[in-house]
C-alpha cells in the first residue's frame, strides 16, 4: 500500500516561494505516475503537475514556467518548486500517485497560503 505524507507548505507573500516535498512509502517513486493537485476553499481538486515514470512533465497553464515537478528516486521523493506565488495559488495541495495497476493513492494535504 502505497503512502503519500507531503511536506513544506505555509504562509508566504505574494511573489515568494515555497518547496513542496512528498515522501512516498509502501513504494517505489520510480514505478509510479506522480503529480500535484491544489484545492482551494470551495472549489473542486485541480490539476497543477504531472511526471510520469517516463520522465515526461505536464504542468497546468496557470503555473507554467513557475512551478517545477522533480522526483528523487533514490530518496523516494517527489517535490513541487514554487516561484513567483500568486494569492490564487492558495489552497490546499495535494501529492498523487498512480501505479503500474492505475490505482490513484493521495496525500492528506499541505496548505499553502499566498498574500498579497
Known amino acids: 500500500q502505497v503512502q503519500l505524507v507531503e511536506s513544506g507548505g505555509g504562509l508566504v507573500q505574494a511573489g515568494g516561494s515555497l518547496r513542496l516535498s512528498c515522501a512516498v512509502s509502501?513504494?517505489?517513486?520510480?514505478?509510479?505516475?506522480m503529480g500535484w493537485y491544489r484545492q482551494a476553499p470551495g472549489k473542486q481538486r485541480d490539476f497543477v503537475a504531472r511526471?510520469?515514470?517516463?520522465?515526461?512533465?505536464n504542468y497546468a497553464d496557470s503555473v507554467k514556467g513557475r512551478f517545477t515537478i522533480s522526483r528523487d528516486n533514490a530518496k523516494n521523493t517527489a517535490t513541487l518548486q514554487m516561484n513567483a506565488l500568486k494569492p490564487e495559488d492558495t489552497g490546499v495541495y495535494y501529492c498523487?500517485?498512480?501505479?503500474?495497476?492505475?490505482?490513484?493513492?493521495w496525500g492528506q494535504g499541505t496548505q499553502v497560503t499566498v498574500s498579497s
Open positions: 498523487h500517485a498512480k501505479d503500474l495497476l492505475g490505482v490513484n493513492y
Open positions: 509502501g513504494g517505489s517513486v520510480s514505478r509510479n505516475d
Open positions: 511526471s510520469t515514470r517516463g520522465g515526461w512533465t
